[in-house]
């Protein structure tokens, strides 16, 4: 599997396309792309990349998203989700919310670090880096963190890793199974 592709991806899990249009005319495409695949057969979608984020509706069949076990990745369902995800998804009443959810995780900053368009992230002094996905995931989903399947332990040491190679003002940290990004106060 490709860890991360060369665009922050959406990844719609329905039985039909109708959610992934509705994502797609909504969200930034500067920021965002938008994949659909049926949940039967996703595992072909996750071969080419590690979404930013899984939004799903349905509760069967499950799909099988193993493939993304120790990955950092976002996950919204609209109604209830199928037993059998790795991660508990945030779960929302309706495609108009994920849509709200996904806008603001698209716009957000933490200490002047932001989302690059396409993929990376922009720094405070202006510049750019860029295969960092799993920060990306991490910022967008700030300050609430990510539930990772498999081990969070490792997760949180390798974006840790990252962010200390990168010098930035914040650091990863874990409860349980969730990692999240903290500022660091200087």
Do not use: K
Request: net charge positive; with cysteine.
């Amino acid at each position: 599997m490709a860890p991360w592709g060369a665009l922050r991806t959406v990844l719609v899990l329905s039985e039909r396309p109708d959610p992934w249009a509705f994502l797609r005319d909504r969200l930034d495409p500067e920021l965002v792309s938008v994949a659909w695949a049926q949940p039967a057969t996703c595992a072909v979608a996750l071969a080419e990349t590690v979404p930013w984020t899984i939004a799903g509706n349905g509760t069967q069949p499950a799909p099988d998203l193993s493939q993304l076990e120790g990955q950092v990745f976002m996950c919204r369902w609209v109604g209830p989700a199928p037993d059998g995800l790795p991660v508990w998804p945030l779960v929302r009443r309706d495609w108009q919310a994920v849509s709200a959810d996904l806008e603001r995780a698209l716009a957000r900053s933490l200490r002047g670090v932001r989302l690059a368009p396409g993929a990376g992230l922009l720094l405070a002094d202006g510049s750019f880096v860029s295969r960092v996905g799993e920060l990306e995931a991490l910022l967008g989903a700030h300050p609430a963190g990510i539930q990772v399947a498999g081990s969070a332990r490792s997760a949180a040491r390798r974006v840790n890793a990252l962010i200390n190679r990168l010098g930035l003002p914040f650091r990863v940290r874990r409860t349980g199974d969730t990692i999240a990004l903290a500022e660091n106060h200087r």
